[in-house]
Structures are given as structure tokens and as C-alpha cells.
């Protein structure tokens, strides 16, 4: 009897302390995300790392698209070591980096499989502070049954029930794209009001006043937002060129009621799969909601202001680690499986469909029989544009101020504020909140 107690005390004794070298082992880390699609995404990312990793358990913590800026530079900005990965905009790695709020990558982890341009916009001051989880395809897409029933002709695009290669999606981009006159011209003839209401808008963006999704708008036409200093917008924002992109802008709103004000994230798509919205310039991620939707879609190349250069939104997310974290070596392990990794990566586009930035994956978009047909051949509408008319946004410590102040400005616009009056408010704004943050 006593051998047998002596038996359960060191089988207890035992298991006690295997259960404390697994709880040493054990990791829990936290990661900030947009909530939606994305965190979805990520979920599926996660669960795949997980079973592969048993000891390390990732928990996200989604925010709304519309406070996730503000809660990630509050949280960073206290040093809250309960954020172990940070999902990073690509413009405001700039901000982070500089304040030491992220830590430079494992210089272990082997980045040759990313695409250059997409790994050199995740670096500050020569090191690398983020990777890049994917790029970012901004398109043009039409309702062919509304272009019908006005006997207008419609862009030339990709369809349903077409294919087109590499090659021939190349020369659609070149030789076929649209210009924001052509686009304004049929808004008009597309709107449609009834009982003094509109029930049918012609175009809209998906992203209502943002500088991600509009800075082609001026740059197209010669000017950039804001100065190579990163901190000048005077003689630029309120240049002859965003001026006369922002008449357009407010046209769209104000002479012309083309375009629905004050759209939230997410509700351009759904007017557009309402069949209540003609033409809806947005991202690639949208080809699997709106594919779910009874609408006979088209996808045709991002617009330009004729007389100008072809320029496309570009950038999107990155993963850096939280420079408070403890668990250093555990979030750089996940950032390298999210980024570099043939699983980690497919699990990603295959859930959100967005343009990689891993070369192999690229690859395989522009050459694989798979990509040939609707809606997938997109994606090479996506390769064809990072490569060739992509302009990313502007690198300075001052980015949030400056997608505030333009945000506030393209807002005021569309709901009717003087051009020159928002402009040059826009630019006082940012140069002050600015200078704050210059070196």
C-alpha cells in the first residue's frame, strides 16, 4: 500500500512537472487586424500555423477600418506589450519605424521570394521593419446590363465566359483603358433619378475620400501630393493639377450627382451588387463578393485624366512586431510564415484575393491555365499594373496627418466646399500637424 503511494506522489510529481515545462513552452501571442474579410484571412492563416506550431496560440483582435488607425497608434504609442504583431499600412511604416515602435525583421528570415519593390517600402532608414503580406490592384468595374439598357457602349474588359493570357490582358492595359472623362461622360448618361431621388448613381470609388484611392486623381496630371521632403504640401496639394482633379471630384458630387456621398467601407460594393451603381472603381478583393451577387459584371483597367500619365493606387498591408512584445521570436516566425512561406502566403490569397508580393505565387497568376478564365484572369490585370503604372504613396513620418488633412478636404469637396477654400485649408493643416513630427 505505502509502495503504491509512493508510486502516485512520484507519478504525480512527474506530470507536474511535465505540465510546467509545457506551460513554459506554451505561447500566446496578440495580433491587431481590420476586422471583415481580413480577419478572416488571417484566421485561416492562424489556423493553419497552429497545427503546424501546437506550442504557440495567435489571438486577433480585429478593429473597424475606421478606428483601426487611431487604436494602433494609441496602443504602439503606449508601449502596450499586449500587441505581439502589428498589421501595418504600408505608408505609415515611416511613422512607426522612426518612433521605435517596431522591431527591424530577423535578418535570418530569407526575404528573396518577395517582390523588391514591395520588400524596399517596408524598410526605413535601411532596415527592415515590416514584411509585405500582399500588394494592392485597384480596377474598374461595370454593370454590362445597365450599360445596355442605355445604349452605351461599355469599357473594353475582362468578362464572363472569356479568357485572355498575360499577353492579352497587357495590351488591354495599354492600348484600352479608360480616361475619367470617358468615365464622367457615361456616370451621366447612367444615372438615373425618379420622383426626385436617385436610384441608379452612374460611378463611384469604394474608398469615399481617401488618399490611397485617389491620389492618382492629381499625380496623373503632373503634380505629386506633397513635396520629396515629405513634409511640403504647399505648391502641390493646391497645384494647378489637384485642383483641376478636385473639380472633377467635386463634379462628380455637386454639378453633375453622379456619384453617392459619404459612402462607408463596404457599401460602394453593395450598391454596385444591388444593381444601384453602374461603374465602381475598387480593389481586386471585391471580385469574390461581387461574384456572389446576380450581377453581369465586366472588370476594365483604372482610369487617367487624358493628356496624362497612367498611374495606379498601389501598397497595402504589412506585418511588423511590436517592438514591446516578449514574444519576439515567436511573432517574427509567424510574420515570416504570413509572408514568405508557399503555404502561409496561398492560404492568404486563396482567402482574400488579393495581388501577392510572393514571387512564386506571382509567377503562377501570369502563367498558369488556371488564371485563364474570368474572374481570375484579373489578377493579371493586377500584375500588369504593379509592374508597370503602380505609384506608391508618399514615405514620410507625417503620413497620418496627411491622409487626415486630404481625407478632410475630398469630404468637404464632395459636399460642396469650395475647391480652393478645402485645399488650401488641407494644406495648412498638414504643414502644422507636420512640422510637429519633422526631424
Known amino acids: 500500500m505505502m509502495k503504491t503511494a509512493k508510486i502516485a506522489i512520484v507519478a504525480g510529481l512527474v506530470a507536474g512537472m511535465l505540465a510546467g515545462t509545457a506551460l513554459a513552452q506554451d505561447k500566446s501571442l496578440n495580433m491587431i487586424v481590420i476586422e471583415g474579410g481580413d480577419t478572416t484571412a488571417m484566421q485561416a492563416v492562424v489556423n493553419a500555423y ?66 523588391t519593390s514591395a520588400l524596399e517600402a517596408g524598410k526605413y532608414e535601411g532596415a527592415q521593419y515590416a514584411l509585405p503580406i500582399n500588394n494592392s490592384a485597384q480596377v474598374l468595374f461595370y454593370n454590362k446590363a445597365l450599360f445596355e439598357a442605355a445604349g452605351i457602349t461599355a469599357p473594353d474588359g475582362l468578362t464572363a465566359g472569356e479568357t485572355a493570357t498575360q499577353a492579352e490582358v497587357d495590351e488591354l492595359a495599354e492600348t484600352k ?51 520629396p521632403d515629405g513634409y ?3 505648391g502641390y496639394l493646391d497645384s494647378e493639377a489637384w485642383t483641376k482633379a478636385a473639380t472633377f471630384w467635386s463634379d462628380l458630387y455637386n454639378a453633375w450627382g453622379v456619384s453617392p456621398r459619404s459612402l462607408g467601407y463596404g457599401e460602394g460594393a453593395q450598391l454596385f451588387g444591388n444593381g444601384q451603381l453602374a461603374m465602381f472603381a475598387a480593389g481586386t478583393w471585391n471580385i ?26 498601389t501598397g497595402s498591408w504589412y506585418v511588423g512586431v511590436n517592438a514591446a512584445s516578449a514574444n519576439q521570436a515567436e511573432a517574427m516566425d509567424f510574420a515570416a510564415y504570413l509572408t514568405t512561406n508557399a503555404e502561409g502566403t496561398r492560404i492568404w490569397f486563396d482567402s482574400l484575393q ?20 474570368f474572374p ?61 513630427v519633422a526631424p
Do not use: M
Open 50 to 115: 497552429e497545427a503546424a506550431n501546437p506550442g504557440v496560440t495567435i489571438n486577433l483582435q480585429p478593429y473597424p477600418f475606421a478606428q483601426f488607425f487611431q487604436v494602433a497608434e494609441l496602443r504602439l504609442r503606449s508601449g502596450d506589450a499586449g500587441i505581439d504583431l502589428v498589421y501595418v499600412d504600408a505608408p505609415l511604416l515611416a511613422s512607426y519605424a522612426s518612433r521605435g515602435f517596431l522591431s527591424p525583421i530577423d535578418a535570418a528570415i530569407d526575404t528573396s521570394s518577395l517582390v
Open 177 to 227: 483603358r479608360w480616361t475619367w472623362e470617358q468615365v464622367a461622360d457615361a456616370a451621366r448618361k447612367l444615372t438615373v433619378q425618379e420622383g426626385g431621388r436617385t436610384t441608379t448613381y452612374g460611378f463611384s470609388v469604394e474608398q469615399f475620400g481617401e488618399l490611397y484611392q485617389l491620389q492618382p486623381f492629381g499625380e496623373s496630371l503632373g503634380t505629386d501630393v506633397i513635396g
Open 232 to 234: 511640403t504640401a504647399k
Open 288 to 313: 469574390p463578393i461581387l461574384s456572389e451577387t446576380d450581377v453581369d459584371f465586366g472588370v476594365a483597367p483604372y482610369p487617367y485624366f487624358e493628356g496624362g500619365k497612367v498611374l495606379t493606387p
Open 354 to 373: 488579393q495581388l501577392p508580393t510572393y514571387k512564386p505565387l506571382l509567377d503562377e497568376i501570369s502563367t498558369d491555365a488556371s488564371f485563364d478564365a
Open 376 to 436: 481570375q484572369n484579373v489578377f493579371r490585370l493586377g500584375v500588369y499594373d504593379s509592374l508597370n503604372t503602380a505609384k506608391a504613396r508618399p514615405v514620410t513620418a507625417a503620413y497620418g496627418q496627411l491622409q487626415d488633412a486630404f481625407r478632410t478636404a475630398f469630404v468637404d469637396i464632395a459636399n460642396g466646399v469650395p475647391v480652393a477654400d478645402a485645399l488650401a485649408s488641407a494644406v495648412q493643416k498638414f504643414e502644422s500637424a507636420a512640422a510637429r
